[in-house]
């Protein structure tokens, strides 16, 4: 096994009617700033439940974050977090708000010239405002790790930095919060939180198969549980397994001294960047390219895979290989993206196919090479998404 160290110091608060534990883990005389999105949280009445909670706290308010927040929304944030001198930050929503919130926890804090840098540049967090969170979207499992990614409209680029210091002091999980969500958010988040798990999974044989049968037990609940959230959006148990598979499927402790992917993610980016397409819908784009255009180099992960979260035991080596990609590719197709009307082909999101080499070029230029090798290029990034015309 790889050496390894696990920190992760969030306290998770899961259940029914948690929002107004917020009186508690606010701490106590703290300004709290309020961040969220787009007003989800003031029509389905997590923001009431919030802010009764909040009621002995001096509360100022940030909204407006939009998917895929963007640097400049954060850096109004900054502003207003100086300026009401704020102590503290809530982020509630989805994983932008609290991507969001976690790079104005960086950036208030940030003494160069230019807050971009921290994401650019990665230059070091030294200090961040603490904060905590209330998640009403699971997928990102930004709610229990170190990770944020923030977009820039100007430069198209879309851009990760993470930091322990911008982990959340505690993250609020009520499974009710997320009845109202429309059906293709539920979509793309299991298909996030899927992806977040084979990208730590599907790679080579690494020595640690305590890792790998989490991984499996993660992907068999979300194959069980996910469909069901589209057709029951109300039903607890259902809600709530979701929710706790999108948190352990990103909050570190599934890479722990085993190799990691992530190529789904860098080139998924592109997309969202360059075409807006939203971030699970890219990853079910993209991850059966990868796998496709790898299926040597994984054949044995893949193998595994196929046999233990989809019982696939008929057949050579190489049909068993090819059924599991196309099981997953149909899984993200068939039970999410069909009766939604969307395609996760790159002509279904009029995503042109000049694209393939393009993306390639962009990552090329930053020295990106992908894949648990280091070493997908601009030819194969090019190749892989040429699969996904
Ligand atoms: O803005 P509001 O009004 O809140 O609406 C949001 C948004 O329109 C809505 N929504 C969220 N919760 C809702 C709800 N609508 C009704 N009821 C609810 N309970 O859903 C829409 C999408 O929200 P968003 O936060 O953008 O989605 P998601 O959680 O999928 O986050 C995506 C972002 O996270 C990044 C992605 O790149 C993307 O920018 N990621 C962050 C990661 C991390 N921090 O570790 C890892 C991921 O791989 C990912 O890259
Ligand atoms: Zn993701």
């Not at 969220?36 to 009764?52: D, F, H, L, P």
């Not at 503290?88 to 960086?106: E, R």
């Not at 699971?138 to 790790?145: D, H, I, K, L, V």
């Not at 044995?300 to 049909?319: A, C, F, H, S, T």
């Amino acid at each position: 096994m790889r050496n390894f160290e696990y920190f992760n110091p969030t306290r998770l608060v899961f259940g029914k009617g948690t929002i107004a534990k917020l009186s508690e883990l606010v701490p106590a005389g703290s300004r709290p700033l309020l961040l969220y999105g787009g007003g989800s949280i003031k029509r389905n009445g997590v923001y009431g439940q919030a802010m009764a909670a909040l009621a002995g706290f001096q509360v100022e308010e940030f909204g407006g974050i939009e998917p895929n927040p963007q640097f400049d929304t954060c850096m109004k944030a900054v502003d207003k977090a100086k300026q009401t001198d704020r102590d503290f930050l809530l982020a509630i929503g989805g994983g932008s708000v609290l991507d969001a919130t976690k790079f104005v926890a960086a950036a208030a804090k940030y003494r160069g010239n230019d807050a971009w840098g921290i994401l650019k540049k990665w230059a070091p967090v030294e200090a961040a405002i603490p904060l905590g969170t209330v998640l009403t979207l699971p997928a990102t499992g930004s709610e229990m790790n170190a990770g944020s990614v923030i977009s820039r409209e100007s430069t198209n680029e879309k851009l990760f930095f993470g930091s322990d210091l911008v982990r959340p002091a505690f993250s609020v999980l009520d499974p009710e919060t997320t009845y109202s969500l429309p059906p293709i958010q539920t979509a793309n988040g299991i298909v996030d939180a899927f992806v977040h798990v084979v990208e730590q999974y599907a790679t080579y044989p690494g020595p640690n198969p305590l890792q790998d049968r989490q991984a499996e037990a993660i992907l068999r609940t979300l194959i069980e549980e996910g469909p069901k959230a589209l057709d029951r959006p109300n039903d607890y148990e259902v809600r709530a397994n979701i929710m706790w598979c999108a948190t352990n499927a990103l909050n570190g402790w599934l890479s722990l001294g085993v190799p990691t992917d992530w190529a789904a993610h860098v080139i998924g980016h592109e997309l969202t960047a360059l075409y807006g397409v939203d971030h699970g819908t890219s990853l079910a784009i993209v991850e059966p390219g990868v796998w496709a255009h790898q299926r040597e180099r994984k054949k044995e992960k893949l193998l595994q895979y196929g046999e233990r979260v989809w019982d696939i035991r008929d057949g050579n080596e190489d049909d068993r290989v090819k059924k599991a990609i196309r099981k997953t590719d149909s899984f993200f197709q068939d039970s999410f993206f069909q009766s939604l009307g969307i395609g996760t082909r790159l002509s279904d999101h009029n995503v042109p196919s000049e694209a393939c080499a393009l993306i390639a070029k962009r990552l090329a230029n930053r020295d990106m090479k992908v894949g648990e090798h280091a070493d997908l290029g601009e030819k194969e990034v090019t190749e892989i998404l040429s699969l996904r015309i």
